[in-house]
T-cell receptor, first 118, second 114 residues
């Protein structure tokens, strides 16, 4: 019963380096998303996916790439890290098998990744 | 696009007392869900309570209840008999299937005084 597994928990990068934050879920959820959390800003949506092969931009997509080749995995790539990307990142997944009034839309979150770019 | 507003950045409550956290939202959709999430120092996001917009009855989960005013687009969380373990950041969130986005407010930090 793993739920949403997000790795790593902590990471320090140098400016210009690239890295991938991993996210995997075992609940067969179609909907997956990435958020960043900054003090006083709440959680802001970076990218999201409503199913394998389908991704879309959220509120703050610049500097990040995503792909969704399988239902289970939704990695987030930082192509060239910048100090402004220092943040806590959360991956989330939820069921979205069609919009009905009775669907369970609870989002399950990973443990978060604290990323520091120096 | 939907927006969620939590105007109070911090609140404090005495242990065993009741506290209400405010949240307003803006949307043109008629079908949606509203949530309150708790984030303790461990950073884990924990669902506290959920309200379906089509339900007129306010949701309740043990010591947690909401006051959902659909016409006013207001969704406040009441915590009764506050406990030290309730100290955390609380986020109000909105979801609609129209665009499959879960939108969060900026959060409120709740402290509980012993």
């Amino acid at each position: 019963n793993a739920g949403v597994t997000q790795t790593p928990k902590f990471q320090v990068l140098k400016t210009g380096q690239s890295m991938t934050l991993q996210c995997a879920q075992d609940m067969n959820h179609e909907y997956m998303s990435w958020y960043r959390q900054d003090p006083g800003m709440g959680l802001r949506l970076i990218h999201y996916s409503v199913g394998a092969g389908i991704t879309d931009q959220g509120e703050v997509p610049n500097g990040y790439n995503v792909s969704r080749s399988t239902t289970e995995d939704f990695p987030l790539r930082l192509l060239s890290a910048a100090p402004s990307q220092t943040s806590v990142y959360f991956c989330a997944s939820s069921y979205s098998g069609g919009w009905t009034a009775t669907m369970n839309t609870e989002a399950f979150f990973g443990q978060g990744t604290r990323l520091t770019v120096v | 696009a939907q927006t969620v507003t939590q105007s109070q950045p911090e609140m404090s409550v005495q242990e065993a007392e009741t506290v209400t956290l405010s949240c307003t939202y803006d949307t043109s959709e008629s079908d949606y869900y509203l949530f309150w999430y708790k984030q303790p120092p461990s950073r884990q996001m924990i669902l506290v309570i959920r309200q379906e917009a089509y339900k007129q009855q306010n949701a309740t989960e043990n010591r947690f209840s909401v006051n959902f005013q659909k016409a006013a687009k207001s969704f406040s969380l009441k915590i009764s008999d506050s406990q030290l373990g309730d100290a955390a950041m609380y986020f109000c969130a909105f979801f609609t299937g129209a665009n499959s986005k879960l939108t969060f407010g900026k959060g409120i930090t709740l402290s509980v005084r012993p």
